[in-house]
């Protein structure tokens, strides 16, 4: 473990402190930003449905849509309350001495997996409801 200029441990070193709070504001961010594209996502299925009863236009559902717009929704709402929560766990471990320790599995591998799987979802609904 690599030690501060100052003799200072690592765990009551403040940068390490402010870090995890940087990060903890860069999840706020995210979950916020899947929570805005949810929005837009499940209110553009009504839109085309009104676009679709003012004139001569295939029929459009906003079904599906408004599933993965919800979706999202709740992702950025999981999202959030996860941050919270490892953040607070990981205070309390950098309190007691315990040195960062990633593992593979970390909330951004989830939560990327989860974006790319609504991703293609998404893409599936495109190119199939188009017809």
């Known amino acids: 473990m690599i030690e501060p200029h100052d003799g200072t441990p690592p765990?009551?070193?403040?940068?390490?402190?402010?870090?995890?709070?940087?990060?903890?504001?860069?999840?706020?961010?995210?979950?916020?930003?899947?929570?805005?594209?949810?929005f837009v996502v499940?209110?553009?299925g009504l839109f085309l449905h009104e676009i679709s009863a003012t004139g001569p236009a295939p029929d459009t559902s906003?079904?599906?849509?408004?599933?993965?717009?919800?979706g999202m929704v709740v992702l950025g709402i999981v999202v959030n309350v996860g941050a919270a929560v490892q953040h607070i766990s990981l205070?309390?471990?950098?309190?007691?001495?315990?040195p960062y320790r990633t593992t593979i599995w970390s909330m951004g591998v989830a939560v990327t997996l989860l974006v790319a799987a609504i991703g293609m979802v998404m893409t599936a609904y495109l190119f199939l409801g188009s017809h």
């Open 11 to 38: 765990a009551m070193d403040p940068r390490v402190g402010l870090a995890a709070e940087r990060t903890l504001l860069a999840w706020v961010r995210t979950g916020l930003a899947l929570m805005g594209f949810g």
């Open 42 to 44: 499940a209110r553009f």
């Open 62 to 70: 906003s079904g599906l849509s408004l599933w993965i717009g919800g």
């Open 91 to 98: 205070l309390r471990r950098l309190e007691c001495g315990e």
